[in-house]
């Protein structure tokens, strides 16, 4: 358990897709998550179980999938993952959505993603951290940039919805930046509880979970 100021991150349980069902089948959710990526969403509870028998059974020194709950009322809103964690290069992948659309823009999953990063860098050697996103989805963006991730490139065009072309922007976060992050501002996984994004981190590129939504997931925060 990771405990948070608003949110706290814990491993996943089987009862637990019940809410990726239902988050899997919100259009505003795939949208913004994933860009549409239908290795999101929608799906059916026939293809999820299977998807998530794989998620539990995963080896947590490779990758993991943790449920975002609200501390308050100890409901699940979402989730994190963390993916091909490289002990050599000291390169691992996240992603963060918060699937419950009334806590968007309030700043739990900029808090949430703080956490995970704080808990990363903590349990693996880690030198660098990267995640990706769309950039129609502005939101998120500014909530990896207020956690000091930097965007460091983009692929232009790569991402189609409803017949509109978008980037995939890439973000990346090195140890030093964090530290230096957390040396200035004492809290700071949690401290930038200003909003967050809607559905955050993109199911696009990659996703620690094998399947863990058919790729990463980094929007709906």
Do not use: C
């Amino acid at each position: 358990m990771i405990e948070g100021r608003a949110v706290r991150l814990r491993a996943l349980r089987a009862e637990d897709a019940e809410h990726h069902l239902r988050w899997r089948n919100d259009p505003e959710v795939v949208r913004l998550a994933a860009a549409g990526d239908p290795r999101f969403g929608p799906t059916t509870a026939e293809a999820l179980a299977d998807r998530f028998g794989r998620m539990l059974r995963i080896d947590p020194r490779e990758a993991g999938v943790l449920t975002v709950e609200e501390k308050a009322g100890g409901r699940p809103i979402g989730m994190v993952d963390y993916r091909g964690v490289d002990p050599y290069e000291g390169v691992a992948e996240v992603g963060i959505f918060i699937g419950e659309q009334d806590f968007w823009s309030h700043g739990y999953g900029t808090e949430a993603l703080g956490l995970l990063v704080d808990h990363l860098f903590g349990m693996f050697p880690l030198h660098r951290l990267e995640l990706d996103t769309w950039s129609g989805n502005t939101r998120a963006a500014r909530a990896f940039a207020r956690l000091g991730f930097q965007e460091e490139g983009r692929r232009r065009d790569a991402v189609l919805l409803a017949g509109a072309r978008y980037d995939r922007l890439l973000f990346g976060l090195l140890r030093r930046e964090w530290d230096a992050r957390r040396r200035s501002a004492p809290g700071a996984p949690e401290a930038t509880g200003a909003t967050a994004t809607d559905a955050t981190a993109t199911v696009g590129q990659s996703s620690g979970a094998p399947d863990a939504q058919g790729q990463l997931l980094s929007e709906p925060t």
